[in-house]
C-alpha cells in the first residue's frame, strides 16, 4: 500500500483517496521514515507539494540506496 507524505491533511486525503484504498498518510518525512522501518515490504512514497524539495530528494536519494525496491514519486 502506498503512503503519502504532505502536511496538507486535505489535500493528503484527496491524494489518498486517488491512490486507492490502502493507502496511508503522514505528515512529515520523519514520520515516514518511522513508517517505513515498520513495514519493509512498503512499495510506493508519494511527496507532496507542502514537504521540502531538498528534503524530499536527500530522503529518495538514501531510499535509492536503503530500499530499491521502494518507488518515491515527488
Known amino acids: 500500500m502506498p ?3 504532505d502536511a496538507d ?5 484527496s491524494l489518498a483517496s486517488s491512490v486507492g484504498h ?3 498518510v503522514v ?3 520523519e514520520q515516514l521514515e518511522a513508517w517505513l522501518d515498520r ?5 510506493a512514497v508519494l511527496v507532496g507539494p507542502e514537504v521540502d ?5 536527500m530522503v ?11 518507488g518515491v514519486l515527488l
Not at 491533511?9 to 486525503?13: G, I, K, L, P
Not at 524539495?53 to 530528494?57: F, H, L, P, Q, V
Not at 529518495?60 to 521502494?70: F, I, S, V, Y
Open 3 to 5: 503512503v503519502i507524505v
Open 60 to 70: 529518495a536519494d538514501q531510499l535509492r540506496l536503503k530500499r530499491p525496491g521502494l
Open 9 to 13: 491533511s486535505a489535500r493528503a486525503s
Open 22 to 24: 490502502g493507502s496511508h
Open 39 to 43: 513495514r519493509p515490504n512498503e512499495y
Open 53 to 57: 524539495i531538498e528534503a524530499a530528494m
Open 27 to 29: 505528515s512529515t518525512l
